[in-house]
């Protein structure tokens, strides 16, 4: 079965504070590990899609980086609109279908 | 293009009745995938369905069931509802089932169960 485990549960981050979230998992083989942000009330915003160890990706602030058991999601220099539930996803070899496993997330706030 | 909709957004019924979700994917896309969200469980899988045909389920009761139009179109329903079932319902889709595919959301459904 698989599992994911984000830590920390919540994160506060002054402006222009960097710091990571981490997502560990466990998988027989994994397909794909995904991110994505979740504003109050909306729907989960898709981030980045990581499926192999070493993969890295970038979005403004925003870096993900992927290692055998587990991702990070590195902030560089935060802004208060950054601040949002952090989601993470796998989705293993023997997961049939598009089903994905999400972890509890990360509630990140940036203070101005 | 337009996004993943879910209609209604917000939704009150009491105990015992039922109630029926609709979702909306990205055109094109044929898989639609099911979760419930709640604060202490998180996000939870209910089931996928992929060209009219459900190809996973969740460890969800019986009272869940749902299914898919010809044109994606999917629905879901909950019948007998309970106050344990009051969460937001979110709707994912993606172009197919089963490979390196991201799925995106829709806003979600909103239930409230009194």
């Known amino acids: 079965e698989d599992q994911v485990t984000q830590s920390p549960e919540a994160l506060r981050l002054q402006e222009g504070e960097s710091s990571s979230l981490n997502c560990s998992y466990t998988?027989?083989?994994?397909?794909?590990l995904f991110w994505y942000r979740q504003d109050p009330g909306k729907g989960p915003e898709f981030l980045f899609t990581?499926?192999?160890a070493g993969e890295e990706k970038e979005k403004e602030r925003l870096k993900a980086t992927l290692t055998k058991k587990e991702s990070f999601l590195h902030i560089t220099a935060p802004k208060p609109e950054d601040s949002a539930t952090y989601l993470c996803?796998?989705?293993?070899?023997?997961?049939?279908?598009?089903?994905?496993?999400f972890g509890e997330g990360t509630q990140l706030t940036v203070n101005p | 293009k337009a996004g993943v909709t879910q209609t209604p957004r917000y939704l009150i019924k009491t105990r015992g009745q039922q109630v029926t979700l609709s979702c909306s994917p990205i055109?094109?896309?044929?898989?639609v995938s099911w979760y419930q969200q709640t604060p202490g469980q998180g996000l939870q899988f209910l089931f996928e369905?992929?060209?009219?045909?459900?190809?996973n389920k969740g460890n969800f009761p019986g009272r869940f069931s749902g299914r898919q139009f010809s044109n994606s179109r999917s629905e879901m329903n909950v019948s007998t509802l309970e106050l344990g079932d009051s969460a937001l319902y979110l709707c994912?889709?993606?172009?197919?089932?089963?490979?390196?595919?991201?799925?995106?959301f829709g806003p979600g459904t909103r239930l409230l169960v009194l």
């Open positions: 994912a889709s993606s172009l197919l089932s089963g490979v390196k595919e991201t799925q995106y």
């Open positions: 990581l499926y192999s």
């Open positions: 996803a796998v989705q293993g070899v023997e997961t049939s279908g598009s089903r994905l496993t």
């Open positions: 998988v027989s083989g994994l397909r794909g």
């Open positions: 369905y992929f060209s009219e045909t459900q190809r």
């Open positions: 055109s094109g896309h044929r898989s």
